[in-house]
């Protein structure tokens, strides 16, 4: 890539994430009105995936074929500092933003407070306010008092599984009518988030880091930023009234090559809650017309909308999904206090 140059494909995923000109919220050209009119009428307008709250019991994630009892997951993210209680579960899961300023303190203090919760498997990746625990991001921060290097080596993780840019297979023991069968979830976690002031684990927001990173086996995806249009919505509009998109589009379509039955993300407070990404030609068409992403032209998407409207009823991998939980508890903008811990029923 020529420095000081934008690779086009580079603008057309994140270009939403890019400083004006780049972000292309200029309105559309009178083309673009066609294709989208003529797109929405036989799809339905898109929508952003507002978040849905979580009820007070345990959301059923079920799995076809496979009658064992549930494993419960709780999801917690961006903490803060705060250690709010927690519901029993089989598995924790913490997507990052334990501190609020990422100091050496800070850190160990909750991975106290974490390691001393009864779940059998507990699951951390870190977040962009947990300074510490980002070794390349230590010359960034030269006003930090104290060797992060010594720092990091001497923090006493308890137990605790961290996940940084990695996976890991758990091996679960659940009864059942005939003994006992062991189920095996396999994680992957990652702490990056797109470029946004000076913070720890970030990228620039034109630069793909999603692509083929994650395992094509993973169950259950664990990442500190949301993915585009699901679990990054505020209530942030534009001064368009355009609802502002704050997730990352690569990350988006990794998830939809590998589909994972659950990503764990947290980073945009306001974005509390569930949703539901469907893997099917009709969903993947409204992402595409919305993002404006690659073929936009007015053929290809008239196109890729016929074929998805005549294949989804006999395409087996309609029915597939993935859940979408933004368990960010932290107050935001739209609320001032902090929410519950989601909890999972996974089968």
């Avoid at 936009?296 to 029915?319: E, F, M, P, V």
């Amino acid at each position: 890539m020529i420095p000081g140059k934008l690779d086009s494909e580079d603008i057309q995923m994140n270009s939403h994430l890019l400083p004006s000109p780049y972000n292309q919220s200029q309105p559309p050209t009178w083309l673009e009105c066609v294709v989208q009119t003529l797109c929405y009428a036989l799809l339905g307008a898109p929508k952003h995936s507002a978040p849905e709250k979580p009820s007070t019991t345990p959301l059923v994630l079920q799995n076809d074929g496979d009658d064992l009892p549930p494993l419960r997951i709780i999801c917690v993210s961006d903490t803060h500092n705060a250690t709010p209680a927690l519901p029993p579960g089989d598995i924790l899961i913490h997507a990052g933003d334990l501190t609020a300023h990422g100091t050496f303190d800070e850190v160990q203090a909750q991975l106290y407070w974490l390691s001393s919760q009864p779940h059998t498997h507990k699951i951390v990746i870190a977040g962009n306010h947990d300074i510490l625990l980002d070794e390349a991001s230590d010359m960034k921060f030269v006003t930090r008092t104290g060797d992060s290097v010594t720092e990091r080596k001497k923090l006493d993780w308890r137990g605790l599984q961290y996940l940084q840019d990695e996976d890991i297979t758990l091996e679960l023991p659940v009864p059942d009518s005939e003994g006992q069968q062991v189920r095996r979830v396999k994680i992957y976690g990652s702490p990056q988030t797109p470029e946004f002031g000076l913070w720890a684990f970030q990228y620039p927001p034109i630069r793909d880091v999603w692509t083929g990173r994650v395992p094509d086996d993973t169950d259950i995806l664990v990442v500190h930023g949301p993915p585009a249009l699901y679990g990054d919505w505020d209530g942030d509009r534009r001064t368009t009234e355009k609802i502002k998109v704050k997730g990352d589009g690569y990350l988006l379509h990794e998830i939809r090559r590998v589909q994972p039955r659950m990503v764990v993300c947290g980073h945009i407070h306001g974005a509390f809650g569930l949703a539901i990404i469907k893997h099917d030609g009709i969903q993947e068409s409204i992402n595409d017309i919305q993002m404006r992403w690659g073929g936009y032209g007015l053929l290809k998407a008239l196109r890729q909308t016929l074929w998805s409207k005549i294949t989804t009823k006999s395409n087996a991998d309609c029915a597939k999904e993935t859940l979408v939980i933004n368990a960010a508890i932290a107050p935001s903008a739209s609320r001032s206090e902090y929410e519950d811990a989601i909890a999972i029923d996974f089968r």
